[in-house]
C-alpha cells in the first residue's frame, strides 16, 4: 500500500508538471503569433491613415451638461431618441475630423473602428448623435479626391467614471483611436 501511494504522487507530479509544461508552450505559441501591439501618437491637428484615408482633427470641444439642456434642439433630441442618457451628468465630446480620399478609387471609411479613449475609458461615437451632427451613419464613403467634415459625437456621462466631476474630465489626457492591431493609431484630442 505504502508504494502504491508513492506511485500515484509520482504520477500526480509527473502530471502537474506536463501540465504546466504544455500552458507553457501554448502561451509561448500565441505571444510568438501575436506580438504587443505598436503604438503611434499623432499630436492634435497631425495628419494620420487609417483605411486608405486620411484624417485630421480639426477641433474638439466638451459641451458641458447645462450647455446641453439649453440647447432646447439638443435637448429635444436626446429625450426623444435616447433619454436614458439624461438621467445621468451627461456630456458631449465633439470632436471635429476632416476625413479625405487620396487614392484614385472611391473608398468607405469603417467609424465603428474609431473609439475615443482616456485611461480605462473607452467610448465609441453614439449612432443617433452622429445622425445629428452630421445626417449620416458609421460608414462614410468618400470619392476619388473627396473630402469629409465631419462631427463626431461621444457622451460622457457620470456612470463612466468613478469619483466622477467634470473637473477630472476636462484634465485628462484623450485619444482617437483608430486601430488596435499590429499597429495602435492614436491621434491626440484637446478637450
Known amino acids: 500500500m505504502n508504494k502504491f501511494k508513492k506511485v500515484k504522487i509520482i504520477i500526480a507530479v509527473l502530471l502537474v508538471i506536463c ?9 509561448y505559441n500565441v505571444n510568438a503569433l501575436y506580438p504587443q ?24 470641444i466638451l459641451l458641458k451638461n447645462e450647455n446641453i439642456e439649453s440647447d432646447q434642439e439638443l435637448f429635444d433630441f436626446l429625450q426623444d431618441n435616447i433619454d436614458y442618457l439624461l438621467e445621468t451628468e451627461l456630456n458631449l465630446a465633439l470632436i471635429q475630423v476632416v476625413i479625405s ?3 484614385k478609387e472611391s473608398i468607405i471609411v469603417d467609424l465603428t473602428a474609431f473609439h475615443l479613449e482616456s485611461g480605462s475609458f473607452s467610448s465609441q461615437f453614439y449612432y443617433p448623435l452622429m445622425k445629428y451632427y452630421n445626417d449620416c451613419g458609421m460608414y462614410i464613403e468618400l470619392e476619388e479626391g473627396e473630402e469629409k467634415e465631419l462631427t463626431l459625437p461621444i457622451p460622457i456621462s457620470s456612470v463612466l467614471f468613478l469619483n466622477y466631476s467634470i473637473e477630472k474630465i476636462e484634465n485628462r489626457s484623450y485619444y482617437l483611436i483608430c486601430t488596435l492591431y499590429p499597429e495602435k493609431i492614436m491621434a491626440e484630442v484637446k478637450l
Open 19 to 27: 501540465l504546466f509544461f504544455i500552458y507553457s508552450m501554448m502561451c
Open 101 to 103: 480620399n487620396p487614392t
Open 37 to 60: 501591439n505598436r503604438k503611434t501618437i499623432y499630436n492634435f491637428g497631425e495628419t494620420f491613415v487609417t483605411q486608405n484615408a486620411e484624417v485630421t482633427i480639426t477641433d474638439s
